[in-house]
């Protein structure tokens, strides 16, 4: 079992930045793939960004994100991040983390686990 809990989230104006991050609990946190989805109002869940297990080798963005967002992790942590940069107001979402086990995959079905989000908001 992991628990996912999200911070970071908050209200920032357009071009703006804002450091997403996302505590797990477990001993096995580095053997699972680690994501980023959002949610806007009245839009499906979207895929943001994911990094794969162990040393983070492997990661994938959104086209609407990259170059822009940024996904890491530390092991040692426990912890997975999102650095979101040159913010526009279309980013304004709930944020969630998710976990896979041993599949690299942006797919939110692939994901076992989900945090409860936080919310990210971008005025223009």
């Known amino acids: 079992q992991v628990q996912l809990v999200e911070s970071g989230g908050g209200l920032v104006q357009a071009g703006g930045s804002l450091r997403l991050s996302c505590a797990a609990s477990?001993?096995?946190?580095?053997?699972?793939?680690m994501g980023w989805f959002r949610q806007a109002p009245g839009k499906e869940r979207e895929f943001v960004a994911v990094?794969?297990?162990?040393?983070?080798?492997?990661?994938s963005y959104a086209d609407s994100v990259k170059g822009r967002f940024t996904i890491s992790r530390d092991n040692a942590k426990n912890t997975v991040y999102l650095q979101m940069n040159n913010l526009k107001p279309e980013d304004t979402a709930v944020y969630y983390c998710a976990a896979a086990a041993k599949i690299f995959s942006i797919w939110g079905s692939n994901f076992d686990y989900w945090g409860q989000g936080t919310q990210v908001t971008v005025s223009s």
């Open positions: 477990g001993r096995t946190f580095s053997s699972y793939t």
């Open positions: 990094i794969n297990w162990s040393g983070g080798a492997m990661t």
